[in-house]
């Protein structure tokens, strides 16, 4: 395991004893362009990052980051791998490090090589950070006492809140987390349906100081869990939970200058006072029902998809699954093959990418290198990170010149387009009925992007129907659709997503003055400056906030910058001796009108886009309109000037700030 808040730039692995033997065949498996960054900075000659040895660039329109060969000819990936089983015996024999901190242009370039392409010069400060190549100063306050008596609440130990635990706890700043379930992993805990797994390759889910041998490249609910379970008892994260601990609402003191925290557990209702609120609640916490009429009819097991009953039995049976989103994506292919029946009810199809990689397991030869072999597994996961999201940021945006805004919204989405709908036409080539069901009529990424875990060929398979209308009754034996289609079914699994732009939507929050967080919003209209804080509520951090969802990548990088940022206030906080701090409103309103302006120019405001990132009123209210890099430099460090502050008031006889 390594560790992202260290003063000193890092080179930790051990070679470990391995024959040239075992060296060369585990580099059969290796990533080629990641190992032509290694042989450079192992070695220092720049042949390594020039032609012929510079990998061939993605193919234009095609969101597939698959490739280890980096389109090098069979003789040139064994001259680097032959090379590189050298080079690397070299430093195990203790040989230097002939570039261990590349950074600037030089660092650029590597990045350029990398990838095959251009990386414009803003993504290296950023860049240089994450592969440590630049020390990241431990975030802790200057003076330990100012922590006396200052207390932080963390809401929900999902992969928010562990990571917010670990800054917290690295930074030596008092905290307790409040989970209102039982084990740690959120979504991951409570989502067990038959299929569950990432749709993001493990590398790049995984916390970036918290390395782990996956048994796939895209793994399954079970070992996700494991995972985040593992993190949580390597760390000693579980003594700062309280588990079984519902949080009901809470209530900022101006006087005091806390918060006041009501919660619920299995002995009663109490109060847990913090000087910080952080909530890391998520947005995937809340099931959203749908508004089908006969909804409690029916006679059989209906569940939302988030709620699977653990004893189920699906052999034999008639099941119908509504939606066709993330989750039954997942469901469909993990049960197709047991049930006696399956009927798909879709209001919207999904645009699905290829992945060479999805169900191939992950060679030990590749393990061996990312553990053993410097620089190896920073440079495998930056290409795929580049491959996978900032690469993608210009297809978001709408440019209101182009021909074809009825079926996509640039020239390059519609590249996608293209070859995403000759992906499903290769797919289902025999069955020109689920073409036309299956093909959507709103541009690529207007949606979120899934990857194809089997979805087409569990369509064509003989008890399986797709079924393109929304279900309008339910009634004691079965489904009806508006057009008078009927299913008897046993089973109703409601794959119909969550309450993603109700945040904070079970908890009562009242601000400064009485104001109450849900007045402000409404009931789905959240605003937050830089998607953390919002006027009127002092020392209340939203970790996934309105507007933070990145429009590709990793989640896990997204937590890990959200975190960084909320340390950074409270360090301020600390280190300023301030009691109270949150955005002036002025600041809040100037930014809120540059997101929604930035918004209507983005994928997610064209017309044929229906999606959980609007709100009822056809607002974009979850994902932001920046790239990661842009999110990364906006993010830094807070400037106390876009903050009213007042000074920390001290009372004597204050409440432990530990009670209940």
């Not at 015996?89 to 901190?101: K, L, R, S, Y």
């Not at 992945?355 to 061996?368: C, E, I, L, N």
Request: aromatic share 10%.
């Amino acid at each position: 395991m390594t560790d992202d808040l260290t003063s000193e730039p890092l080179l930790d692995v051990e070679m470990g004893r391995v024959s040239e033997d075992e060296l060369r065949d585990h580099l059969t498996v290796a990533n080629i362009p990641s190992l032509l960054m290694v042989l450079f900075q192992l070695t220092g000659e720049r042949k390594w990052i020039a032609a012929p040895f510079l990998p061939v660039p993605q193919v234009r329109g095609t969101a597939s980051a698959d490739d280890d060969t980096g389109g090098l000819s069979l003789e040139l990936q064994e001259v680097v791998r032959t090379s590189a089983a050298v080079a690397i015996m070299d430093w195990h024999a203790g040989a230097p490090v002939a570039v261990p901190a590349p950074t600037g242009d030089l660092l650029v370039e590597l990045m350029s090589a990398c990838t095959g392409e251009a990386v414009p010069e803003i993504y290296g400060p950023m860049i240089a950070a994450q592969l440590r190549f630049e020390p990241v100063p431990l975030m802790q306050p200057d003076d330990p006492a100012s922590v006396d008596d200052f207390q932080v609440v963390v809401i929900g130990a999902g992969i928010s809140g562990l990571v917010m635990a670990y800054r917290l706890q690295r930074a030596g700043i008092p905290f307790v987390v409040l989970e209102r379930g039982q084990d740690v992993g959120g979504v991951w805990r409570d989502n067990r349906y038959p299929g569950a797994g990432v749709d993001t390759a493990n590398e790049m889910y995984s916390f970036s100081f918290f390395a782990n041998d996956w048994s796939m490249h895209y793994s399954k609910r079970d070992e996700m869990m494991a995972y985040f379970r593992r993190f949580a008892d390597t760390l000693d994260l579980r003594r700062t939970i309280r588990f079984g601990t519902q949080v009901t609402g809470m209530k900022f003191d101006e006087s005091e200058q806390v918060w006041r925290v009501g919660v619920r557990t299995a002995d009663g209702e109490g109060v847990v006072t913090a000087n910080v609120v952080v909530s890391a609640m998520g947005i995937f916490a809340e099931p959203k029902m749908p508004n089908i009429s006969g909804l409690d009819r029916f006679r059989g097991p209906m569940f939302h998809s988030s709620r699977w009953p653990e004893d189920l039995d699906v052999s034999g049976k008639r099941v119908a699954v509504v939606g066709t989103g993330a989750s039954a994506m997942q469901i469909v292919p993990g049960i197709a093959d047991k049930v006696g029946s399956l009927h798909v009810f879709q209001r919207t199809p999904p645009w699905i990418s290829p992945s060479a990689k999805y169900f191939q397991r992950v060679p030990a030869g590749h393990h061996w290198l990312l553990n053993h072999v410097p620089y190896y597994r920073e440079w495998n996961k930056f290409r795929m990170a580049w491959l996978s999201y900032d690469k993608l940021f210009p297809t978001l945006k709408i440019d209101r010149d182009w021909p074809h805004l009825d079926r996509s919204i640039n020239a390059e989405n519609d590249l996608y387009r293209q070859n995403l709908t000759k992906y499903i036409e290769s797919e289902l080539v025999d069955r020109p009925d689920l073409i036309a069901k299956t093909v959507p009529d709103y541009p690529a990424f207007g949606k979120r992007m899934l990857l194809d875990n089997g979805w087409y060929r569990a369509l064509r398979k003989p008890q399986v129907e797709l079924i393109d209308e929304s279900v309008t009754t339910i009634d004691e034996t079965g489904l009806v659709t508006a057009s008078g289609v009927r299913r008897d079914v046993d089973i109703i699994v409601l794959c119909t997503g969550f309450e993603t732009t109700r945040y904070l939507g079970p908890i009562d929050v009242v601000g400064r003055g009485g104001v109450e967080l849900h007045d402000v919003w409404g009931d789905d209209n959240a605003e937050a400056y830089l998607s953390f804080m919002v006027p009127s509520f002092p020392n209340l951090l939203l970790t996934y906030g309105p507007n933070s969802q990145g429009s590709g990548g990793s989640f896990t990088l997204s937590a890990e910058l959200q975190s960084q940022f909320v340390i950074q206030v409270i360090v301020e906080m600390l280190n300023h001796d301030l009691g109270t701090l949150e955005p002036r409103r002025e600041v809040f309103e100037d930014y809120m009108r540059e997101i929604d302006g930035r918004l209507r120019d983005m994928i997610w405001s064209h017309p044929n886009v229906t999606t959980y990132y609007k709100n009822r009123h056809g607002r974009v209210v979850v994902p932001r309109p920046y790239s990661v890099v842009d999110w990364w430099h906006m993010l830094r460090w807070p400037r106390l000037e876009n903050y009213q502050v007042e000074s920390r008031r001290r009372l004597v006889g204050a409440d432990d700030a530990q009670s209940q």
